[in-house]
């Protein structure tokens, strides 16, 4: 739920005294309460109650400054403060135009048969990551188990019993902006689920076409040939 969090308020949408600290910890690396007080004009203790939220949020952390302890500092060692992983992606990033840069790159240089087994490689990781997990399950349990397909017990993704099978429903693609602008990226989905299901997997409904969510059709009563599967670009 921290990628979640993060992505929904952003660094800008926290109070002023959090967002100068994180802004402050971005631009410094990592910084001590006195550093912080000194640079913000804030109190130590206003500092540390900040610190201690932001914290628990899991956006930063701390360790003791053992080595500036060891160069001759007297008393206990400092406490520094930095950001964590969560934290760093509180501010602005630009993955998905790098995403659609490197798969043009890929297409370009290398032809599009390059990037289809760049594409298929993508697949056999996740395959590989979720598949142990899955082996012996029931369809069903299978189905209701790739609901963690993009995100761990994703809250946007659910799942539907239908006549000839299942509908896997995302309401939240990970990687929206790529896909919307190389469609080509979603054959992974469609392929790792076909994968970890054996059976025919279509997706039915696209955020592409203005359905403002994917649909992946599961037949359950089509099963295919995992032996003689081959990655295939979806049409």
């Known amino acids: 739920m921290r990628e979640e969090k993060t992505a929904i308020l952003g660094v800008q949408q926290l109070p002023d005294s959090r967002r100068a600290i994180l802004a402050a910890l971005k631009r410094q690396g990592s910084a001590t309460i006195a550093r912080l007080a000194d640079e913000l004009q804030l109190t130590g203790e206003a500092v540390r109650q900040q610190l201690l939220q932001l914290q628990r949020d899991g956006w930063i952390d701390s360790k003791i400054d053992r080595v500036a302890h060891e ?101 939240n693609c990970p990687f929206f902006n790529v896909a919307m602008r190389r469609p080509a990226i979603c054959s992974v989905s469609v392929n790792a689920l076909t994968r970890l299901l054996g059976v025919r997997v279509v997706r039915e409904e696209r955020f592409q076409d203005g359905d403002n969510r994917c649909v992946f059709r599961v037949y359950a009563n089509q099963p295919v040939d995992l032996e003689r599967w081959q990655f295939a670009t979806e049409q």
């Open 71 to 171: 160069r001759g500092r007297t008393g206990r060692p400092a406490t520094v403060y930095s950001l964590t992983e969560a934290g760093d992606h509180l501010f602005p990033k630009s993955y998905d135009a790098l995403g659609v840069a490197m798969l043009d790159a890929v297409t370009n240089e290398l032809g599009p048969e390059a990037a289809q087994r760049m594409l298929a490689r993508v697949c056999d990781d996740r395959v590989g990551q979720m598949a142990p997990a899955l082996r012996g399950l029931p369809l069903a349990d299978r189905v209701e188990a790739l609901r963690s397909l993009y995100i761990f017990q994703d809250p946007y993704m659910e799942t539907e019993r239908i006549d000839d099978g299942f509908r896997i429903i995302e309401r």
